[in-house]
């Protein structure tokens, strides 16, 4: 029987792709903390620094390129069923080539409609105050600013409650509720947790904890996974 497979990934996975992550540039942006810009306190206090903030992060993912690790998971879905919870806002995973990906935390090329949420719109190009959606209102990043709901995270844990193997690639668990998905799987699921600094965290659940970066560890254990449960 094939093992379902459940990757919970965050800006770890995308770091060896040239993205720094939250934690590792210490949460700052031009001197901003990254949750007083990404959120909606900001928006109405400074719509235009947060737009610039998004400009800035949509430029350098258009110059970037999926690395080793995304590829990883390419290859395990040609031989396993394998879906992807991602805390990140970057379409590596969909460039690599990786399927049934659901994002928690909103997409960076991808805005709304500050009045109907259900107006999105694929978007490449810098995103001005005067941009407007079909309704006339202003447009906004389809991002989750902290403070706001996660509209997916009912599927995220239908998801993660199928689990049999759940690999959590790169994230310091430290924001929820994606964090909370580690609590919620069967207890007969196999964790497997690759970070080079991986944070503590305390399940009943078997966890192998793999201290090494996405890119080198993540092709290894597809390697392993398939060998195990394909040939
Ligand atoms: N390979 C694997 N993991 C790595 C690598 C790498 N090359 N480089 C760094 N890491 C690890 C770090 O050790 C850290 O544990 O990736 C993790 C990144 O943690 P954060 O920067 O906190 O990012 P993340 O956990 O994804 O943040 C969650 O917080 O800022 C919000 O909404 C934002 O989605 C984000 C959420």
Do not use: C
Request: hydrophobic residues 40%; aromatic residues 8%; charged residues 20%.
């Amino acid at each position: 029987m094939k093992p379902k497979i459940i990757i919970l990934s965050g800006a770890g996975m995308s770091q060896e792709s040239g993205i720094s992550t939250f934690r590792d540039a210490n949460g700052l942006w031009q001197n901003h903390k990254i949750e007083e810009v990404a959120s909606p306190n900001a928006w109405n206090q400074n719509p235009a620094l947060v737009l610039e903030f998004y400009n800035q992060r949509r430029r350098q993912l258009l110059s970037v390129k999926p690395n080793a690790a995304h590829y990883a998971i390419t290859k395990l879905q040609q031989y396993l069923p394998v879906k992807i919870i991602t805390q990140n806002v970057d379409d590596l995973h969909e460039r690599a080539g990786n399927k049934n990906v659901l994002h928690l935390h909103g997409e960076l090329l991808k805005v709304r409609s500050t009045k109907n949420p259900n107006l999105v719109y694929k978007w490449t190009k810098d995103l001005y105050l005067g941009d407007k959606a079909e309704d006339e209102a202003q447009l906004r990043p389809h991002i989750v600013w902290f403070g706001e709901a996660v509209p997916e995270i009912n599927n995220a844990i239908e998801i993660s409650r199928q689990a049999d193997i759940f690999i959590i690639v790169g994230t310091s668990m430290q924001v929820y509720p994606a964090a909370g998905l580690v609590s919620i799987l069967p207890l007969t699921a196999k964790i497997y947790y690759i970070d080079p600094h991986p944070a503590k965290f305390s399940v009943p659940n078997e966890i192998h904890i793999i201290k090494n970066s996405a890119g080198r560890a993540l092709p290894e254990l597809v390697n392993q996974l398939i060998e195990k449960y394909v040939t």
